[in-house]
């Protein structure tokens, strides 16, 4: 499948050419590839459970109720979207060979895959916001975090991530296809759609708008967790009682491992990526793209002391539920 093209002869200058559909070329002669797929088909069923019981644990528990965890419950719902965004298609595409997707479908993939990529970046981001403010000016968290001002930066975040790929998108929907269809990657994504579109059109806007998100999705977050960890680690340093401060640390544990577990891998593939094999790079953004929707709610129910007490809580009830039901009347 590596000469699919399209028609060379259909090129005109006032003519965008739209094949029927492309080829996902997924890995490239790796054996026992099936095993791999079982595991993200594994991971992704944990990711699903272990999200949904995040959600429903603060839905459920008026204490979690809390402005902090509207941004820890979006969390947790983009996690679910972009699994199910990805995962099930990929499953179908290469365990049963049914790699040719349609223009259409191609473009929509693409849309919500990298839209809920793009809030996972921006709900670490204003988590960080919250332990910001929390340690560096604990006598106004109250004020400055609330529930009003919560949902408007998250509201803001989506709102953003939307208008940002619907973008993207439409800059794609500009181009001609005129030569290969095959993407060099396991789902349509964003660079190696519009590079196959370098013969045939004008690509530099979608070079100028990749660059762009990768800037705005990966760099500047990161650039303000740093920032906002040297203003935290500082105000540590201010605070006397070893117990407080180990206590402040404990808070941000938890948050630092989801951030580095989300950011480290991609970023070190875009940087390293003219050197890195196809396959690697493949491998890596697949895996960073399915562990840690998996990983979130496992960190976050054994490192957050709320959440410990609030599931001993459910746990609790849920016993003595089942304890009188089974009382004879």
Not at 76 to 96: G, I, N, Q
Request: charged residues 10%; proline residues 6%.
């Amino acid at each position: 499948m590596s000469s699919l093209t399209s028609d060379p002869n259909q090129t005109d200058i006032n003519t965008i050419i739209r094949p029927p559909y492309f080829f996902i070329s997924g890995f490239i002669a790796i054996p026992y590839m099936k095993y791999y797929y079982c595991f993200l088909c594994f991971v992704y069923i944990i990711s699903l459970v272990g999200n949904t019981f995040v959600m429903t644990g603060i839905y459920v528990d008026r204490s979690l109720h809390s402005p902090k965890y509207i941004a820890v419950f979006n969390l947790a719902f983009t996690d679910v979207c972009e699994s199910t965004a990805l995962v099930p298609k990929l499953l179908d595409m290469f365990l049963f060979s049914r790699q040719l997707i349609s223009y259409d479908q191609c473009l929509t993939s693409l849309f919500f895959v990298f839209l809920f990529i793009t809030m996972q970046s921006f709900n670490l981001t204003i988590l960080s916001y919250d332990r910001l403010v929390a340690i560096c000016c604990p006598l106004r968290y109250h004020m400055m975090v609330t529930h009003r001002s919560m949902l408007q930066l998250t509201g803001a975040a989506w709102t953003f991530a939307v208008l940002m790929m619907l973008i993207s998108v439409c800059l794609i929907t500009r181009l001609s296809f005129c030569r290969s269809l095959v993407i060099n990657s396991y789902f349509c994504d964003h660079g190696p759609l519009f590079r196959l579109a370098a013969p045939c059109s004008d690509v530099v806007p979608n070079v100028a708008m990749s660059q762009i998100n990768t800037c705005i999705v990966l760099y500047l977050p990161m650039i303000f967790i740093v920032s906002s960890y040297i203003c935290i680690t500082h105000a540590l340093f201010t605070i006397t009682l070893p117990q407080d401060r180990l206590r402040a640390i404990k808070t941000c544990t938890s948050h630092l491992i989801l951030v580095a577990i989300f950011f480290l891998p991609v970023i070190f593939t875009y940087v390293l990526h003219p050197i890195i094999p196809t396959n690697a790079r493949i491998i890596n953004l697949s895996l960073t793209s399915v562990l840690p929707p998996m990983l979130n709610p496992i960190i976050y129910v054994l490192k957050t002391e709320e959440f410990k007490v609030s599931i001993k809580k459910l746990l609790r009830r849920g016993a003595q539920r089942a304890v009188t039901q089974v009382k004879p009347t």
